[in-house]
């Protein structure tokens, strides 16, 4: 049995509420696993205890019961995070440090060090396109900026893992599309991505897997493919059909218990309009 | 909850681990002469508000300083009142400062009382007399309370024993304050002969004037200043020392 | 690549920690107050004229340890008091607590660059005080040296010495390393408390509070020890200020220092130590707290 990245066991989270007799019960006996090399959604709306799941991964906040565990050791030790990479929501770095200063920081906390730390900062510059900015202060960067910078930082160390806590939010689609690319591109390389969102149509494409938390409670998981399928039904998509074929088809299936539900020529998605029309101007960072 | 309790517990005892060192440490610092002004209600009334304040921070001697120079502008401008007051306020903040003392005794004793015996505002004479007998006393009480906060220091014993030379007119009194002053480590080499020469303008105690004077001439040649030559003579005379014992009448 | 195996005490982490704690006060506005202590300084000699030269060096020295004392109290106070509410503010906190970086190391590397900030503040305060020390100094001298041109040699030479030791005390080093270690004391217990407040503000006020108890606490002490008379409460309450609040008034040596009082090595040894005592403990409380603190 190869050991899971991730492996959450019954994890509950309650928060007294300083003042009050009731509690905040944050996720409720949540039990899930994320295998290595996979892309995993952690899905829900606002509230619904998808950050404090993370956090807890990450040992930020200790569990009420239950565990998790990363690479089969358990979160609650420092050890754990040798191999993890993490991005959180919104973050803000030292804004008076440099793009490579942010880096190197983080990269010694990792216990690198000298010309591998060099080596790894350029590395990783190059990898999320930042290089032209790298002696620029943070203070100057852009919202997109800042979240590449985050992303460098979480991998400054190589993680096996990397953990993206609503990493497209507030993100322009440019800026998303880049990021998702670079997830994907984490995937080839065998490093194993979870990733938490409630913007449910853009992640629908990199994640093998998705969990849907509501309330703390995880109601559907499973392979986004399987889940998304619908079941009895099966799309064909043809090109240059002629009226006449169509009627061929239309004839074929009338004699089966096929039932024709629809035609209609597919859409594109506004996304790719978008991308494809703004794409002849120069990007402004 | 539990963790603030336990926080609280083990702050306690903390404190009860150190209160035993620190009590010791303090009693160090107090025999090394550190913090002599205790911090008590009645220091409020002396040193005022911003006194206190700055005894409660630590900033005792900066107030006090500030105190001193106030002083000194106030003797410029001859208001007696409040000089003694700022004297008072610097001196109780900082006890420590030899010069605060002294020159607290100065602007009473010397300033003060001159300025009271030529005050042309109060005609009559037995008056001005008792104003200025009243600035000597608060110099004198400056002398004794900075001796009191200050033994191991010469310069008030000196300044004391000038006191009682000039001011008040008791030599025996003033002889007694250089010896102490000569007796402190770091004394000046003449506070030995200051008391001897004390002691011989004091009647009744020529015979101890005299031995001390010998003594002191006895040493060498670096004693045998005019005014220890002077005194002898003056001695061995009153005294009727035998011709033989008697210094030779070529020093001058 | 992960690492060969996680060290739970990394001395390079903490560097970097400390390190980048530093950078980020000194990027502060800082320093400008350090600009103001050299105009006091300065301004102070100036016009000291008038007063005598025992009178202008005590002066001289209370203005500049007093500034050097109150500015380093206040910088450890107001100073650490805006790292831990910042970092979790701005959120990263996360991330270098994400990486395998103990509570315990993050804590030592913040109080760390704190007390990187002060040595080199009080090493520069340090520097231009002695300075402006010296060069009056050599005013002064020359200007004896011209009122004395009638006196014997042994005469002159005694004038001299005496100004000389109205200038540099041999207590004024260890008084200043004393004041170093005030404000280091003062620092870890802001990050105490910084630990559990719920903003900035709250955290300075209660240090300002503390400081002025931390000066009665001796008194506390005394009369709680010798067991003077008084209600039940007032015991009470005399007997929490002494064990809760630290002793600060052990750190107040300067005062004495600049009256001329001298200090056996012995004494000022042993409240260096325990400065350093409480340094420690109070950043042991500081991590006692922060352990379990859900972020």
């Known amino acids: ?285 | ?252 | 690549m992960s690492r060969s195996g996680h060290r739970p005490f990394s001395l390079s982490r903490i560097g970097a920690l400390s390190g980048n704690t530093f950078t980020e006060l000194v990027r502060l506005k800082v320093f400008y107050f350090l600009l103001i202590f050299a105009l006091l300084l300065i301004g102070n000699s100036l016009f000291m004229a008038r007063l005598s030269f025992q009178q202008e060096f005590q002066v001289l020295k209370d203005v500049s340890l007093g500034a050097m004392s109150i500015f380093t109290s206040i910088l450890a106070i107001v100073a650490t008091a805006q790292l831990l509410p910042r970092d979790v503010e701005d959120r990263t906190i996360y991330t270098i607590l994400a990486k395998p970086v103990p509570r315990y190391e993050y804590l030592i590397g913040k109080l760390g660059g704190v007390l990187l900030l002060l040595a080199f503040s009080v090493l520069a305060m340090t520097a231009l005080f002695f300075a402006v020390l010296f060069l009056r100094e050599h005013m002064l001298i020359a200007a004896t040296m011209r009122e004395t041109t009638g006196m014997r040699p042994e005469q002159i030479q005694e004038a001299v010495e005496r100004l000389k030791a109205s200038a540099f005390n041999a207590g004024l080093v260890p008084g200043i390393v004393i004041i170093f270690l005030k404000a280091s004391l003062l620092a870890a217990l802001t990050l105490f408390i910084s630990t559990f407040a719920t903003s900035n503000i709250f955290t300075v006020v209660v240090m300002v509070f503390i400081y002025f108890i931390g000066h009665l606490q001796s008194t506390a002490r005394e009369y709680w020890l010798q067991e003077h008379g008084g209600g039940v409460l007032v015991k009470i309450f005399v007997a929490f200020v002494a064990l809760i609040f630290p002793d600060l008034q052990l750190f107040n040596l300067v005062d004495d220092i600049v009256a001329g009082t001298a200090i056996p090595m012995a004494l000022f040894a042993k409240t260096a130590v325990l400065g350093i005592v409480y340094t420690s403990v109070y950043l042991f409380f500081a991590w006692v707290s922060f352990h379990g603190k859900e972020l």
């Open chain 1, 1 to 285: 049995m190869i050991e899971p990245a991730v492996a959450v066991n019954n994890l509950t989270k309650i928060f007294p509420i300083p003042f009050r007799r009731t509690k905040l019960v944050a996720v409720r006996d949540l039990s899930l696993e994320v295998a290595p090399g996979q892309v995993y959604g952690l899905l829900g709306p606002n509230g619904s205890g998808k950050s404090t799941t993370l956090k807890i991964i990450l040992g930020l906040v200790s569990p009420t019961a239950g565990r998790t565990k990363i690479f089969g050791r358990d979160s609650r030790e420092v050890g754990s995070r040798e191999a993890v990479g993490f991005l959180p929501e919104n973050p803000y770095f030292y804004k008076y440090l440099t793009g490579a200063e942010t880096l190197r920081f983080y990269g010694k906390l990792c216990g690198l060090g000298g010309r591998e730390l060099k080596t790894r900062t350029a590395e990783m510059l190059q990898l999320v396109g930042l290089q032209d900015a790298r002696d620029r202060r943070l203070g100057g960067y852009s919202k997109g900026m800042l979240q590449r910078i985050g992303l460098a930082q979480a991998l400054i160390q190589e993680p096996k893992l990397v953990v993206l806590d609503e990493p497209t939010a507030g993100v322009d689609p440019a800026g998303s599309r880049e990021i998702r690319d670079l997830i994907l591109d984490l995937k080839g390389r065998g490093i194993t991505v979870l990733l938490s969102s409630h913007l449910l149509a853009q992640v629908q494409e990199i994640c093998d897997r998705v969990g849907i938390l509501a309330h703390g409670i995880l109601v559907r998981e499973g392979k986004v493919q399987d889940l998304l399928s619908i079941e009895n039904q099966t799309e064909l998509i043809l090109e240059d059909a002629t009226p006449e074929t169509l009627a061929q088809i239309a004839a074929l299936l009338d004699k089966s218990q096929t039932r024709l539900i629809g035609q209609r020529h597919p859409q594109t998605t506004l996304e790719r309009l978008f991308l494809e029309a703004t794409a002849r101007l120069p990007e402004k960072e």
């Open chain 2, 1 to 252: 909850m539990i963790r603030s309790a336990l926080v609280l517990f083990f702050l306690a005892l903390f404190g009860v681990l150190r209160l035993p060192i620190e009590s010791r440490l303090s009693e160090q610092h107090r025999s090394a002469y550190f913090h002599q002004a205790q911090l008590e209600l009645g220091l409020r009334e002396q040193v005022g508000q911003l006194g206190f304040l700055a005894a409660l921070s630590g900033f005792r001697s900066l107030v006090a300083d500030v105190a001193f120079i106030q002083a000194h502008v106030a003797w410029e401008r001859t208001e007696w009142g409040r000089v003694f007051l700022l004297f008072r306020e610097a001196t109780t903040l900082q006890p420590r400062s030899v010069m605060f003392w002294d020159m607290a005794a100065w602007h009473m004793a010397w300033n003060a009382s001159v300025a009271a015996m030529n005050d042309s505002s109060q005609p009559n004479e037995y008056l001005r007399r008792k104003a200025q007998k009243e600035y000597f006393a608060l110099g004198r009480d400056f002398l004794e309370r900075g001796i009191k906060n200050n033994p191991d220091r010469p310069e008030l014993y000196e300044s004391l024993g000038r006191l009682y030379k000039d001011k008040l007119g008791d030599h025996a009194a003033a002889a007694r304050c250089y010896e102490r002053a000569a007796a402190l480590p770091g004394a000046p080499e003449y506070d030995k002969r200051f008391a001897a020469y004390e002691l011989s303008f004091a009647p009744g105690h020529e015979q101890e004037a005299y031995t001390a004077l010998r003594q002191l001439y006895d040493l060498g040649e670096h004693e045998r200043l005019p005014t220890l030559l002077s005194r002898l003579k003056y001695l061995e005379a009153a005294l009727n020392i035998p011709l033989h014992e008697r210094i030779s009448p070529s020093e001058k």
